[in-house]
């Protein structure tokens, strides 16, 4: 399903669920300060560097800054999956990609 597909209440408790669910995720990785506030999801590493995952209401996606790179996810499956458009990777991959390289460590988080 496109984001044009889904209706704007839905979009917005697949997005909050799904940011509740990386929190809780990214929760237990060790060496990460975790924060969700209003629909933005904060990651901070030791060194203070931040990645960002949060909800953009009005493009009905879940957009990641990270390693000075953007990343826009659309609903699939009515908000159960987000992949982005670009390139077709999926949110949970690239988290756990963009983890892993900057831990130096393979991260895998449950879902």
Same mark, same amino acid.
């Given at each position: 399903m496109s984001s044009e597909g889904i209706s704007e209440r839905d979009f917005e408790r697949a997005?909050?669920?799904?940011? &509740?669910?990386?929190?809780?995720?990214?929760?237990?990785?060790?060496?990460?300060?975790?924060?969700?506030?209003?629909?933005?999801?904060?990651?901070?590493?030791?060194?203070?560097?931040?990645?960002?995952?949060?909800?953009? &209401?009005?493009? &009905?996606?879940?957009?990641?800054?990270?390693e000075r790179t953007a990343w826009h996810f659309d609903p699939r499956e009515g908000g159960a999956r987000w992949q982005a458009s670009k390139d077709g990777a999926e949110l949970w991959t690239t988290v756990e990609g963009v983890l892993s390289r900057k831990l130096g460590s393979p991260v895998e988080l449950p879902r």
């Amino acid at each position: 399903m496109s984001s044009e597909g889904i209706s704007e209440r839905d979009f917005e408790r697949a997005a909050d669920d799904t940011l &509740r669910l990386l929190e809780r995720a990214l929760d237990g990785v060790d060496g990460l300060e975790v924060d969700l506030q209003m629909g933005v999801l904060t990651v901070e590493f030791g060194d203070g560097t931040k990645y960002v995952i949060n909800s953009h &209401r009005a493009a &009905r996606q879940i957009w990641m800054a990270a390693e000075r790179t953007a990343w826009h996810f659309d609903p699939r499956e009515g908000g159960a999956r987000w992949q982005a458009s670009k390139d077709g990777a999926e949110l949970w991959t690239t988290v756990e990609g963009v983890l892993s390289r900057k831990l130096g460590s393979p991260v895998e988080l449950p879902r």
